[in-house]
C-alpha cells in the first residue's frame, strides 16, 4: 500500500485528515510548536482504518503506520489538559478541527482523549499529513462507547 500523503488547505479538507488520524496514538514528546518557523509539528502512530475496513471478516490483523503531520502559520499555541513536562505520557487523538475566525485567520484544535487538547491560531490553514513509511500489524482495534 503506498504512503498516505494528504494536504489541508480548508475545513473539508481538514476533516478527510482528521478522519485518516482518528484514534493515533503518540508522545507528548512527539509534538512541537516551532514558534521561530510558525509551524506545529507532531509524529504520531495511526491507526490504518482504510485497511482495517478492507480487512473486515478476514483477518484480525491490523495495521498502524508511522506518520507525521504539520500544520503551518501557526501564531500561537495554547494547551489545556497536557502536563508538557511528562514527555513519555501517551495521547489518544480523537479529531482535529479547523474554527474560521476573519478570513483568512482561525483556529485548528487537536482534541485528545481525556479532556486534553492543543489550539493553534493560525493565519491561514494549511496542513499535511505525511506516511513516513514505517508500518506494522497490530492485533487491536480501537473501540469506542456504543460500538
Known amino acids: 500500500m503506498a504512503d ?21 496514538v503518540l508522545r507528548v514528546g512527539d509534538m ?4 521561530a518557523d510558525r509551524r506545529f509539528a507532531v509524529v504520531v502512530n495511526r491507526f490504518d482504518w482504510d485497511h482495517a475496513v478492507r480487512s473486515e471478516g478476514k483477518t484480525q490483523r491490523y495495521i498502524r503506520r ?11 499555541a495554547k494547551v489545556s489538559g497536557i502536563d508538557l513536562t511528562d514527555k513519555e505520557r ?23 482523549a481525556g479532556g486534553g487538547a492543543v489550539r493553534l491560531e493560525v493565519e491561514c490553514l494549511e496542513a499535511a ?4 513509511g514505517a508500518a506494522w500489524a497490530t492485533r487491536r482495534k480501537p473501540e469506542h462507547a456504543g460500538e
Do not use: M, W
Open 4 to 24: 498516505l500523503k494528504l494536504l489541508a488547505l480548508d475545513d473539508e479538507d481538514l476533516a478527510v485528515i482528521a478522519a485518516h488520524l482518528q484514534d493515533a
Open 32 to 35: 512541537a510548536y516551532l514558534k
Open 66 to 76: 508511522q506518520t507525521g503531520v504539520r500544520i503551518e502559520h501557526v501564531q500561537g
Open 90 to 112: 501517551v495521547l489518544s487523538l480523537l479529531t482535529l478541527t479547523f474554527e474560521p475566525g476573519e478570513a483568512p485567520h482561525g483556529a485548528v484544535t487537536l482534541t485528545f
Open 129 to 132: 499529513l505525511n506516511d513516513l
